[in-house]
């Protein structure tokens, strides 16, 4: 089938050849498209044949309408992308003035020692935080690399270190001391929490172990000023314990004379009741005694004997110095007294198992040594040496054979900080607060049937009763 220019080329041709005219079909279409061949042949007249060969004979329109569909795609798609740009574009405007304005105020909080809070520190992580999530979202959005993306990513972290640096660098310790109320504040509720549960302490009978040690002590329960008086600031007091007459009550009070050294007079009472009301005391002298460290087992007195490193025994019934036994080793004459107490090298000790003494020696150094003690020879049955040093401790007892040391925390506060189990031969630190009524505790003296601390607090009598926990399985 024969294109439309062809035959309009025969139908030409042959109009001419009927005119009698040869025409150059070279007048019509270009040598550099067409190839023609005429042929004359002699007839009842003049006949021109011409045919014509085209290289491609068909126009390309499916790849045109494919083009153009692709040409409209990519010109929707870039001016997508094209409107992102704008957003973008002004949103890290908006920001960038949002980083300006935050370096104003990091700037002036470096300048200004008191003027900012915690909630400044505040705004300004959240206005970085909300900064930073924006970068995030344009690095992850945008193809290939941005510099100003990048640059503003490592502004906003550069940002976010001066904050922290700057919270951190508190020289005012504002932020500390306002974290440190609200943390006493938590500390108070809880405390006013446990104050109004009407749960009982776990019991524990008298002369019985079978708790895990000290977990809380009681409020001071302040009976009465010693029967000597004011003046008389050094001393102990306590009860006695007896496992062979738990029904019968002895509580002693041994105060030392003045100067704070010489123990030579004491008073009995049978009855907690005539302790209270100064009925039917017994008062006795004794030749000599030192130190505060003096404790009570079984109706006698134990004590260190005057200027030296004895221990005596008394027998409370007949006043009478029983056994008289030197300490081996013994440290004396105010060489490693407690803190802030004077005289008192040897300090005796009554729990559940017997009779202890706590002492140094010049080869401990002053740490604190812990014997036990045959109460009827005063013979040292067994000695452990602790790593604690006995001048900075202000006084000592021992429960279940552990040594509980105190120090002062203030005026009004002692603790409770160390221990050391002679059962282990382990030492722990511990934190245990005890209220106290004046400055300086002179001696502490537990008592195994009634769980009760006796303390002689410049000159007072005062009683703590003992929390324990139970043992932890």
Same mark, same amino acid.
């Given at each position: ?11 030409? !041709?042959?109009?001419? &050849? ?16 067409? *190839?023609?061949?005429?042929?004359? =042949?002699?007839?009842? &007249? ?46 890290? +405007? ?8 935050? /370096? ?10 008191? %003027? ?26 945008? #193809? ?18 001066? #904050? ?34 009407? /749960? !009982? ?5 008298? $002369? ?9 002590? %009681? ?9 000597? $008086? ?59 005694? +030192? ?6 087992? @079984? ?7 005057? %200027?030296?490193?004895?221990? $005596? ?27 802030? #107490? ?7 000790? #009554? ?24 109460? /009827? ?7 452990? @040496? ?26 009004? =506060? +002692? ?13 722990? @630190? ?9 400055? *300086? ?33």
């Amino acid at each position: 089938m024969l294109s439309g220019s062809v035959l309009l080329l025969i139908i030409t !041709a042959q109009l001419f &050849s009927c005119l009698g005219t040869v025409v150059s079909p070279l007048l019509l279409i270009p040598s550099s498209i067409l *190839t023609i061949f005429c042929f004359l =042949k002699q007839t009842c &007249s003049y006949m021109c044949q011409c045919s014509v060969y085209l290289p491609d004979t068909t126009f390309p329109v499916q790849k045109v309408e494919i083009l153009e569909i692709t040409a409209r795609v990519l010109s929707e798609k870039f001016e997508s992308e094209l409107t992102k740009v704008s957003q973008y574009t002004k949103a890290i +405007e908006i920001y960038e003035q949002k980083i300006r304005n935050l /370096t104003i105020k990091v700037e002036h909080m470096e300048s200004t020692s008191v %003027s900012y809070t915690e909630l400044d520190f505040q705004f300004l992580k959240l206005e970085i935080n909300e900064m930073e999530r924006l970068v995030t979202q344009l690095k992850s959005t945008l #193809v290939g690399s941005n510099v100003i993306v990048e640059q503003l990513y490592v502004e906003i972290r550069n940002l976010t270190v001066m #904050v922290n640096q700057l919270e951190s660098l508190d020289q005012h310790n504002i932020l500390a001391i306002r974290r440190e109320i609200v943390t006493l504040q938590n500390r108070l509720k809880e405390c006013e929490k446990d104050r109004n549960q009407t /749960t !009982a302490p776990p019991y524990f009978p008298p $002369g019985s172990c079978g708790h895990g040690g000290i977990v809380n002590i %009681s409020q001071p329960n302040i009976v009465q000023l010693n029967w000597r $008086g004011f003046p008389f600031k050094y001393g102990a007091w306590g009860r006695d314990y007896s496992l062979q007459t738990p029904e019968k009550d002895l509580y002693w009070v041994a105060p030392l004379n003045t100067d704070g050294r010489l123990l030579e007079y004491y008073r009995l009472h049978n009855s907690y009741d005539d302790l209270l009301l100064f009925k039917n005391a017994r008062d006795y002298r004794i030749a000599y005694g +030192e130190g505060s460290g003096t404790a009570v087992y @079984k109706n006698f007195m134990y004590y260190n004997i005057y %200027s030296s490193r004895d221990m $005596g025994k008394l027998d409370l019934n007949t006043n009478t110095l029983a056994v008289r036994k030197t300490l081996p080793n013994a440290a004396y004459g105010n060489r490693f007294s407690y803190a802030g #107490v004077n005289w008192q090298d040897i300090d005796f000790a #009554v729990d559940e198992s017997g009779l202890w003494v706590i002492y140094s020696t010049e080869e401990s150094t002053g740490n604190i040594v812990i014997s036990k003690l045959n109460e /009827t020879t005063l013979d040292v049955l067994h000695t452990w @040496k602790t790593r604690q040093y006995k001048p900075s401790v202000s006084n000592a007892f021992i429960i279940c054979g552990v040594l509980y040391a105190t120090r002062p925390v203030n005026t009004r =506060k +002692e603790e409770i900080f160390y221990t050391y189990d002679t059962n282990t031969e382990q030492e722990a @630190k511990v934190s245990i607060i005890i209220d106290k009524m004046l400055e *300086t505790v002179q001696s502490i003296n537990y008592n195994p049937s009634d769980h009760i601390l006796y303390v002689f607090n410049d000159g007072y009598l005062v009683k703590y009763n003992l929390i324990f926990q139970p043992v932890l399985h």
